[in-house]
């Protein structure tokens, strides 16, 4: 069956970089893109960016580009996320999302990771 | 960026009651809408794609349509594992984007 693990919680400090990884199983890994969202605390969803594990192209979102950067291992099957220069705002739950892609049109999140916070804290 | 508003944003409802969640783009999306359930410490599970297909293994209950700027989620018969936070998501741009949430409260 398919599953994404993410790795466990992270208290970080002001200015500090945070990597969270993202294991894929259960299906071809370089056949779906991995996406990845973010919660802060008692607030919405928020998209952050994109890889392709088939080439390792990247798109992130304007908001956080520049700070972010996604990688993948295509011997482990696993997808990494780092945030850098963190800020009290990026204390949030990351999640990872696998895009399944139906009709060959239609783009949604069929498997999500369970989760990852990361406290950012002086 | 394409803007996603959810409304309204919060609804007190009751248990066998029929319920609309709205979400407006900020232009077309044709129909690359979907719609997620959220419960607290969980990750978000689809529920509609592509503006009114059902997921797999979700109850019929659930349906959705629209095309364009303007969606619907329905929910008819709510049962009480329904009240829980819902939220749409626009797949047509290279950034998706997500609605701000409706929380779905017990009356």
């Known amino acids: 069956q398919v599953q994404l693990v993410q790795s466990g919680a992270e208290v970080k400090k002001p200015g500090a970089s945070v990597k969270i990884s993202c294991k894929a199983s259960?299906?071809?890994?370089?056949?779906?893109?991995i996406h990845w969202v973010r919660q802060a605390p008692g607030q919405g969803l928020e998209w952050m960016g994109k890889?392709?594990?088939?080439?390792?192209?990247?798109t992130y979102a304007q908001k956080i580009q520049g700070r972010l950067t996604m990688t993948r291992d295509m011997s482990t099957s696993t997808v990494y996320m780092e945030l850098s220069s963190l800020r009290s705002e990026d204390t949030a739950v990351y999640y990872c999302?696998?895009?399944?892609?139906?009709?060959?049109?239609?783009?949604?999140?069929?498997?999500w990771g369970q989760g990852t916070l990361v406290t950012v804290s002086s | 960026d394409i803007q996603l508003t959810q409304s309204p944003s919060s609804l007190s409802a009751s248990v066998g009651d029929s319920i609309t969640i709205s979400c407006r783009a900020s232009?077309?999306?044709?129909?690359?809408l979907n719609w997620y359930q959220q419960k607290p410490g969980k990750a978000p599970k689809l529920l509609i794609y592509?503006?009114?297909s059902l997921q797999s293994g979700v109850p019929s209950r659930f349906s959705g349509s629209g095309s364009g700027t303007d969606f619907t989620l329905t929910i008819s018969s709510l049962q009480p594992e329904d009240f829980s936070t819902y939220y749409c998501?626009?797949?047509?741009?290279?950034?998706?984007?997500f609605g701000q949430g409706t929380r779905l409260e017990i009356k």
């Open positions: 890889i392709d594990p088939s080439g390792g192209g990247t």
């Open positions: 592509a503006a009114s």
């Open positions: 999302a696998r895009v399944w892609s139906s009709f060959g049109v239609s783009l949604q999140y069929d498997y």
């Open positions: 232009q077309s999306i044709s129909s690359y």
């Open positions: 998501q626009q797949s047509y741009s290279t950034s998706f984007t």
């Open positions: 259960g299906y071809t890994f370089t056949r779906n893109y």
